[in-house]
DNA sequence: TTCCGTCTAGACATTTTTGTCCAATACTAT
DNA sequence: ATAGTATTGGACAAAAATGTCTAGACGGAA
């Protein structure tokens, strides 16, 4: 995710400046995405990315104008990370529905393509910022119409396409909201069956193990 | 849900003292449950609590020894109102499964039964903090285990009941995350039906209408 | 080598937030 | 009314966080 390590100076003593460590833009935007991520917005703080980092907290001001414009520029990389990897991934062709809907959810599990944590984190920002709040309401609505379309192109009404999009999105959302107590990718295996045969025709169990085994790969590493 | 109103004294001028106002240690623990609900744990500070109450900032420190305190506090009151309501309706006599189910919904969609915003904020909040982890984790798995009796109660085998307390227990964790944009209550009747019949059967009309007449009207108001 | 633009440390100033102390006020029981 | 307790305001202190300014270190180009 992050093109530079993260860096972390663990002898934080009066550093000489012989063998200088510069550190970009970027840096301090990882790290500032790593802490909202972790402990939120509100604790997104210019000290503690700046000790974190091994530097002092002035060099900032050079790269950010303020605080808030480091925020701004959080937002403009999170839409650039998430934004168009899930309309993508729902546009691809699939022989399947069964096919379809396991490269959705290649977008929600796969680290590469798509940071969920950093999803979530943002919208939980959401709820306090106004100007936030739009910009996710307009990426949750694309992403909906997106799934949407998927379900139409493979034979299903506009309606019905409309309840499985959502069914499928909310689904995602709940997973990620409880979390991290016990290993997600069980209860996948376990109710994704159901999920994709809410028809009532459920799918063939050859076709689930070829959807979730990407899924349990990725969940193990 | 607060047994004394919010208070706020729009003219916050050097306050005579006659007339005065008296402030609880609940009235506190009020103003703070409803910023926290609304800004996130971060943004639970003494002096905003304070000026909305229209009072000294350290008076706070008469009813609490500290801010940690507070917090504190605030984790046993979301328990005492949240914990047991699930459990309570899941395990109420029902009929049908449907009416079962609508009992379930009761519990998310009655604000008097259950503070829905309250319950998301401290799952937010346990995000950065190991103690509230611990404490969310068993409610989590205390409720599902409810949910899932339900099932077994109306002839579904063990796992069979597992995966439908799962399934309904996700999509009402998404409901929350995604919420405010658009009404929640039009996407509910979208996709419950579905839900409700994900053998395959769907339910009939009336039991449908019965169910969410409820909901429909706690929206309105 | 020298110069210049880039980046950083440290000092300084300000604001926000928390916590302590004590005198003063309001309320209750007598 | 009076005494005593419960509650509050305001002064004081300290810590945490943001932002500004300046001197100087670094590295590449002339």
Chains 1, 2 share one sequence.
């Not at 002898?11 to 402990?39: C, F, M, Y």
């Not at 309606?159 to 999009?165: I, K, S």
């Amino acid at each position: 995710m992050a093109e530079r390590p993260i860096l972390h100076r663990d002898d934080p003593q009066k550093a000489p400046l012989v063998g200088h460590v510069k550190v970009t833009r970027e840096d301090w935007l990882n790290v500032a995405r790593d802490i909202l991520v972790s402990d939120g917005v509100a604790e997104v703080k210019v000290l503690a990315i700046g000790e974190r980092l091994g530097v002092s907290r002035s060099s900032f001001y050079w790269y950010f104008k303020s605080r808030k414009d480091l925020l701004n520029a959080l937002l403009d990389d999170w839409e650039g990370r998430n934004t168009a990897v899930i309309e993508a991934h729902c546009a691809l062709d699939a022989e399947t529905i069964t096919e379809a809907v396991c490269n959705f959810f290649r977008c929600f599990f796969d680290p590469e393509l798509f940071d969920q944590g950093l999803d979530f984190a943002v919208r939980e920002w959401s709820r306090r910022d106004g100007k936030v709040r739009k910009r996710i309401d307009l990426a949750d609505s694309a992403r909906i119409s997106a799934i949407t379309a998927m379900f139409e192109r493979h034979g299903f009404t506009q309606y019905e396409a409309d309840v499985r999009a959502r069914i499928l999105y909310f689904m995602q959302l709940g997973y990620h909201a409880l979390d991290q107590a016990e290993p997600l990718r069980d209860r996948l295996a376990r109710t994704e069956g159901y999920l994709l045969g809410f028809t009532g025709q459920p799918p063939r169990q050859s076709e689930l193990e070829a959807l979730f085994a990407f899924a349990r790969e990725k969940a193990r590493r």
